[in-house]
């Protein structure tokens, strides 16, 4: 991850090789989490969500089963082949003051997830 500084020059935060080859990712404002969502060409299995500290570390890596039950991966997600669409609709981004991303289904679930433990907060 790397830093721009007001002058235009880039300062490396942290290096490492992710554990996947996200679809999408997210910085928060103070640099200090990225969220990685999904794995090209294995959409919503292994590596659904994945949060890095202002290290590089690894805060959690979790998989589809982790994040929804077997009944709403069943029925409310997309599934085409070799990939279930969960994220299809939904919206993604950190609540006020970067502690959460939050992640709002399109079928009306939100999950909230703590960046600095992984802690996962549902609401129906």
Sequence with gaps: ???VGA???ETAMWTRELVNIPVSAFITDDGTHVVTFDTWAKLGYEHALVIYDEHGAVVVDYDLEALLSANEIGT???HTIGARRWLQGATMGFDKG???IVINLNWGKTI???LATGKIETAP
């Design 1 to 3: 991850m790397v830093k």
């Design 7 to 9: 002058d235009g020059s």
């Design 76 to 78: 409310s997600v997309r």
């Design 98 to 100: 970067d502690a959460h």
């Design 112 to 114: 909230r997830v703590a």
